[in-house]
Structures are given as structure tokens and as C-alpha cells.
Nanobody, 124 residues
Framework: EVTLVESGGGLVQAGGSLRLSCIAS????????ISWFRQAPGKEREGLSC???????SYTDSAKGRFTISSDNAKNMVYLQIDNLKPEDTAVYYC??????????????????WGKGALVTVSS
């Protein structure tokens, strides 16, 4: 069973940086993807970035520039670095997995497993 647990959320001042972590375990397929999504208050869930089991990253247009995804397969960890945080980055950030294959890893409907989320609050 694939499980995902996010950590690293909290209160951050605008202009600062934050690194979110996702412990991702239980994969049985060699080809999979782990993604980051977020949902701001009153808004729809938004895809940000994904990384394949081979280490290939992808970003949505809105995430290019300030967001960096990385992984450490030895530690079963996936990270999302967010730089130059803005108040509009305030959201619950979710780690999600597509457990077989990597297509559509930036589409929420394609993901098979979700973490519980980590709240990031950016103060101005």
C-alpha cells in the first residue's frame, strides 16, 4: 500500500522560503510519479509539480520559477522548495502519487493516492 505523509508546513513571512517534504513509501511498480498540488481557501485544487521515479521533473506554468521539486529515492522522500513566498501561496499543500505510470501527473484526477496535506500560511 502506498502511503504519503507531508511535513514542513507552517507560518512564513512573504519573501521567505520553505521546503515541504513528502515521505512516499509502498511503491511496487518501477514507473510512477509523485506530485505536489495545493488548494487555497475558496479556490480549486491546483497542480504544481511532479517528479517521476526516474527523477524527471515537470511543472505547471504557474509553478515555474519559484517552485523546485526534487527527490531522494534512498530516503523515500520528495521535496518541494518554494522561494520568494507570497501571501497568495497560502494554501494546503498535498503530496499525491500516480502509482503506475507517469502520464498526467499534474492532473489531480489521475492521481491514485493522496496525503493529508500540510498548511502553509504566508504573512505579508
Amino acid at each position: 500500500e502506498v502511503t504519503l505523509v507531508e511535513s514542513g508546513g507552517g507560518l512564513v513571512q512573504a519573501g521567505g522560503s520553505l521546503r515541504l517534504s513528502c515521505i512516499a513509501s509502498g511503491f511496487t511498480e518501477d514507473d510512477y510519479a509523485i506530485s505536489w498540488f495545493r488548494q487555497a481557501p475558496g479556490k480549486e485544487r491546483e497542480g504544481l509539480s511532479c517528479i517521476t521515479s526516474a527523477g524527471r521533473p515537470s511543472y505547471t506554468d504557474s509553478a515555474k520559477g519559484r517552485f523546485t521539486i526534487s527527490s531522494d529515492n534512498a530516503k523515500n522522500m520528495v521535496y518541494l522548495q518554494i522561494d520568494n513566498l507570497k501571501p497568495e501561496d497560502t494554501a494546503v499543500y498535498y503530496c499525491a502519487a500516480r502509482i503506475k505510470g507517469t502520464f498526467w501527473c499534474l492532473r489531480g484526477y489521475a492521481m491514485d493516492v493522496w496525503g493529508k496535506g500540510a498548511l502553509v500560511t504566508v504573512s505579508s
